[in-house]
């Protein structure tokens, strides 16, 4: 029998998750908090909006109704941008199903409360939801094209996590288990920073020296901080960790790559902002990050710099330079 789901959240990856999980033969409604998304959707099969010029599945279902898609649906997969997942699982929550499960899509930290998506579901889902998380590298419009993608499943239940797994197989789509969620939300999160690091080296004209430099760095100081709050620093080595940093920091198609690209050349945050119809989840994801480690007292030098050309008006080949004179370090050293 087919499985009723529920994929909360109609954004790009919210979109491709759905049509992936409807193409199986599951019985999936996609909700949209914007009516005109569902209706192009349940009319026409398609979201102009956020997924341009692919076609959805026929059986794929679209409503405005937050309570008609969670209402009876024994998976409910959560994609809704981090900053909004608070307030609309905390409403999903209402009509959710004693045994359904929660698997996670989005990735980002909360700015004010600093906490991860498994933290924040932990507060508004019901005691003991059973709840699995996936992250790694997997555009949106790549994944909706079934061009063959690999990603990560963490839950701290092994048998939420395998059940995530199998759901969402197919020969397109390879998710891998883990049970080290913090280290998965952390990859996926903070990749996001240092991808909007990416962006801005490319915006001021350097080369791949640069770039293998940042990314390299960046997964330093990601794995620092995440080591620090409690994963595995194998994790960050997986697909949650650099496998989706490298897509994100190279990728024509991240939006957080294009809003640093954008402030290299010269243009201000808020010009580059207002023009983006989907959210780069890295600019909330810098204060976040920024926060984060001044709590720890992590060090996490490209991080700070993304947080000063972001919030703080300093050029980005400023920040560079600053970056590239810092004292001098070992890499490793016994």
């Known amino acids: 029998m087919p499985e009723r789901i529920a994929v909360v959240g109609a954004g790009s990856w919210g979109t491709a998750l759905a049509d992936l999980l409807a193409r199986k033969g599951e019985d999936v409604v996609l909700w949209s908090f914007e009516p005109e998304v569902a209706e192009a959707i349940e009319a026409r099969h398609e979201n102009p909006k956020y997924l341009q010029g692919v076609a959805l599945a026929p059986s794929l279902r679209a409503t405005p109704s937050l309570a008609d898609a969670v209402r009876g649906a024994t998976v409910v997969v959560s994609v809704s941008p981090a900053q909004h997942v608070r307030g609309i699982m905390t409403q999903a929550a209402e009509y959710l199903q004693p045994d359904a499960i929660v698997i996670s899509a989005s990735k980002g930290i909360e700015q004010e409360r600093l906490n991860t998506m498994a933290q924040v579901l932990a507060q508004v889902l019901p005691r003991g939801t059973p709840t699995a998380y996936l992250s790694g590298p997997s555009f949106a419009l790549e994944v909706a094209q079934q061009m ?5 499943i963490a839950s701290h239940d092994e048998g939420v996590a395998l059940r995530a797994q199998e759901l969402f197989q197919t020969p397109y789509f390879r998710p891998y288990t883990s049970q080290d969620v913090i280290g998965v939300e952390l990859g996926g999160a903070l990749k996001n920073v240092i991808a909007v690091a990416a962006g801005m080296v490319a915006g001021l004209g350097f080369g791949h020296n640069t770039l293998a430099a940042l990314i390299t760095r960046g997964l330093a100081e990601i794995t620092r901080l995440a080591v620090e709050l409690g994963a595995n620093p194998l994790t960050l080595s997986g697909l949650a960790g650099m496998g989706d940093l490298i897509l994100t920091c190279t ?16 243009r201000t945050l808020d010009e580059v902002l207002s023009e983006m119809t989907m959210v780069a989840e890295g600019v909330a994801t810098t204060r976040a990050t920024y926060a984060l480690a001044q709590r720890t007292r992590v060090e996490m030098p490209i991080a700070s710099a993304v947080h000063e050309v972001l919030f703080e008006n300093r050029p980005p080949a400023e920040a560079v330079e600053s970056l590239m ?3 001098p370090k070992p890499e490793l050293w016994r």
């Open 325 to 327: 004179l810092r004292d």
């Open 148 to 152: 063959p993608t690999a990603v990560t």
């Open 251 to 266: 990728g024509g198609l991240s939006r957080n790559r294009h809003v640093g690209m954008e402030i290299g050349k010269g």
